[in-house]
């Protein structure tokens, strides 16, 4: 018994939802048991249906997108078992386990530190200049990678079951993740620049007082390494400029008092 | 106004929702949320600026495990929302009433954090009911409670909403009067210094060797190359 192209279309679509019933004690871990229902439902029926269904209904966490490809994995894994193809070495429920972690990190390395700054930082630009189709750029370039991964690797998870770790590792994906990261650092420094330029020539500043900005930068870096909350760094940072403009514009009305330019 | 704040609390709950339940097509990024909820309230622009000024602030702050990051798309939402009704309110307009608006909102953002927190620790109780739900044979019943998650998260993102906006409409039309002019002075560096802070934050926490001197060179590079074209 294999499961229909159109179940694994509707289970696609309800990992879309894994996260509706987040919490604290098994985190994604009803999610996983909800996607993966319809399949289940064609491969088992009555008590045993159910028994599997409490396998599932535990503890889960991976990284969201990373998600339908164990999915994949574990529907095949399934459909071998109650085809009567067992994999002595390996339950369904151990590679869920097994696999979790690693793709959690791998995932959150790539999507969250790496291409979501990349992506903000490419939109950015077009928002610092005023064009409305910034939120349009971000939700398209950021969106490619994580569709594919959705897609894809679903696919992968489901057409070679245990064997898509392979895949995953032919495709090197945590040395993915540190390129996209560089590119996000890279990005951030041109729009850092891009931003400091644009205020500069604005107020009719001399450009050259723009490569100071690195020296409060790198204090605020080397702050943040140190644990500040951003919070605390914000309203430091606003406050300080804030009186700073209060002195500038009283200076400034002092010095037209003295006759002074 | 109804309709503004109405409007706000439908874009919060959709944009909320994708922040963690469902989607995640990042439809709840500062950066898109702010200039949609804006768009939709007449005055993209406004969402746009407070968009930019938001969204690099928590980008470091990354949803790994049971981590919670601060709700930066709803202090982006009701802070555009709050802008555009107070502009029309005290007949203003300008970067200074966005930042203080913006100002206002980010430390009441903070209360988005507990309200997901508590929605997290509210869905633990679905757990027994799904498992009692598998013990009676009832996959449906099991089904029905994880899409009953949608609601703690719902209403964790309309109370944020809520929140920050009806603390705004409180706090903002007192500080108006006294802040509009000290804070016309510096409005353009802090408009500037925001996502300088927000760079500054991803750069200490991002795990990539040599960051701040790949940061530092792309800077002087792309500073050097506009100062020259």
Same mark, same amino acid.
């Given at each position: ?23 604290? #004690? +098994? ?50 894994? #399934? ?16 590679? &869920? #386990? ?29 928002? %610092? ?20 991964? +959705?897609?894809?690797?679903? %696919? +992968? ?12 590792? &032919? ?10 990261? #560089? ?12 931003? %400091? ?65 | ?22 989607? !995640? ?15 939709? =309230?007449? /005055?993209?622009?406004?969402? =746009? ?24 798309? !709803? ?20 970067? /200074? $009433? $966005? ?21 997290? !620790? *509210? ?19 099991? /089904? ?16 944020? *909403? ?22 016309? *002075? ?9 996502? $300088? ?26 500073? $050097? ?5």
């Amino acid at each position: 018994m294999t499961i229909p192209r159109k179940t694994r279309l509707y289970i696609w679509f309800r990992l879309l939802l894994l996260q509706a019933s987040w919490n604290f #004690e +098994r985190l994604q871990g009803i999610g996983f048991f909800y996607s993966l229902l319809p399949g289940l439902r064609k491969l088992y029926s009555g008590e045993k249906l159910l028994a599997v269904s409490r396998k599932y209904v535990g503890y889960f966490n991976t990284h969201v997108y990373l998600a339908p490809m164990v999915a994949g994995a574990v529907l095949k894994l #399934e459909e071998d078992r109650a085809a009567g193809v067992v994999d002595q070495t390996l339950d369904a429920d151990d590679f &869920k #386990e097994m696999v979790a972690a690693p793709y959690a990190a791998i995932g959150d390395a790539l999507f969250w530190g790496g291409l979501r700054p990349l992506a903000a930082g490419i939109a950015l630009f077009f928002a %610092v200049k005023g064009i409305l189709w910034a939120p349009l750029i971000f939700v398209l370039t950021y969106n490619i990678l994580p569709t594919w991964f +959705r897609t894809v690797f679903f %696919v +992968r998870g489901y057409r070679q079951g245990i064997k898509s770790v392979e895949f995953i590792q &032919k495709h090197r994906l945590p040395d993915w993740a540190i390129h996209t990261k #560089e590119a996000a650092v890279v990005v951030l420094g041109g729009l850092s620049a891009f931003m %400091v330029f644009s205020q500069l020539n604005q107020l009719h500043l001399p450009s050259w007082l723009g490569l100071l900005t690195l020296i409060p930068m790198v204090m605020l870096v080397l702050v943040a390494r140190k644990g500040f909350s951003t919070l605390l760094l914000v309203f430091i940072t606003v406050g300080s400029m804030f009186l700073l403009g209060i002195f500038w514009a009283d200076m400034v009305y002092l010095m037209a008092s003295w006759g002074i330019k | 106004m109804v309709l503004s704040l109405s409007i706000g609390a439908l874009l919060s709950l959709i944009c909320g929702l994708d922040r963690v339940a469902i989607l !995640q097509v990042m439809i709840s990024r500062p950066i898109v949320a702010a200039p949609l909820v804006a768009m939709f =309230l007449g /005055e993209p622009l406004v969402g =746009l600026q407070i968009g930019v000024m938001v969204e690099l602030l928590w980008l470091a702050r990354l949803p790994v495990g049971a981590a919670v990051p601060p709700d930066d798309t !709803q202090v982006a939402i009701a802070s555009s929302v709050l802008a555009i009704i107070m502009g029309k309110a005290l007949n203003a307009s300008g970067p /200074e $009433l $966005l930042l203080l608006c913006l100002l206002v909102a980010i430390p009441l953002g903070k209360v988005g954090q507990y309200f997901d927190h508590y929605a997290r !620790q *509210y869905n633990v109780r679905l757990i027994k009911k799904v498992d009692s739900a598998l013990d009676r044979g009832s996959l449906l019943g099991a /089904e029905f409670q994880h899409l009953r998650g949608l609601s703690s998260f719902s209403l964790a993102a309309i109370g944020t *909403y809520a929140i920050v906006l009806f603390g705004g409409l409180l706090i903002v039309p007192f500080l108006w009067p006294l802040l509009q002019q000290p804070l016309s *002075y510096s409005s353009a560096w802090i408009q500037l210094a925001l996502p $300088l802070v927000g760079i500054a934050v991803i750069l200490g926490t991002i795990n990539v060797s040599r960051a701040l001197t790949l940061f530092c060179a792309s800077f002087c590079m792309a500073f $050097l190359l506009m100062w020259l074209v």
